[in-house]
């Protein structure tokens, strides 16, 4: 009788042990921070705002290199922020990189805005599909579990940010009108879908949980 008491008990005392050690809050598992306390967050936020309020022309190719340039904007200010408060050099390397490549971008953009006037006929499906795509990646970052960890929260956030810009750029590729906004599009998915790919394999790497 007593043997069969034992049984279930210690059965019940297994299964407390694996639940506990699943849910341990010790310095090994997922620490997160208010998405508020996220310098990342916060920038990314301002730049949706900015974003948001940018006039838009109708061309597609105009309002591509806008957005483009804001978008670049945040990166590189991101990637400035890894760069003083991350500890880790290939994140570090990866954030010295987007800068310099974007930053490149962002003055091949502007000089085709200056001598690139907006005209018709307008494409209103462009400005829709590029406005549905920013709001798809603060989706995506807002859901994101941030660590206070700038390395782990650089790279998170950065897969969700390029993934917009590719988005972006493919839309421009179907509906924009000039070869060179076309050149650079081509140019920003083949670079940020290999970044992704480095990010998500440094997160599978380094990951918390």
């Not at 880790?88 to 962002?106: G, H, L, P, T, V």
């Not at 805005?113 to 462009?126: C, E, R």
């Not at 929260?153 to 950065?158: C, E, S, T, V």
């Amino acid at each position: 009788m007593l043997r069969s008491l034992r049984l279930p008990l210690l059965a019940t005392l297994l299964a407390f042990g694996t639940l506990t050690s699943c849910n341990k809050d010790d310095s090994d598992g997922l620490e997160l921070i208010g998405h508020d306390e996220s310098v990342y967050m916060r920038n990314m936020h301002e730049s949706m705002a900015m974003m948001e309020a940018m006039p838009k022309t109708g061309d597609p190719d105009n309002d591509y290199s806008s957005m483009m340039i804001m978008h670049h904007q945040v990166a590189i200010k991101n990637s400035q922020e890894e760069l003083k408060s991350g500890k880790n050099a290939e994140m570090k390397a990866m954030a010295q990189s987007i800068i310099d490549k974007q930053q490149a971008e962002i003055a091949q953009f502007t000089a085709f805005l200056s001598s690139h006037p907006a005209h018709a006929p307008a494409v209103p499906d462009f400005n829709t599909l590029q406005m549905m795509n920013m709001m798809q990646m603060m989706k995506a970052v807002d859901l994101r579990p941030l660590t206070g960890d700038a390395d782990f929260d650089f790279a998170q956030l950065m897969i969700d940010h390029h993934q917009a810009a590719i988005e972006n750029s493919d839309a421009l590729l179907k509906l924009g009108r000039e070869n060179t906004t076309k050149t650079l599009a081509q140019q920003i998915i083949t670079d940020q879908k290999m970044e992704i790919k480095m990010l998500q394999d440094w997160l599978l790497a380094n990951k918390k949980y």
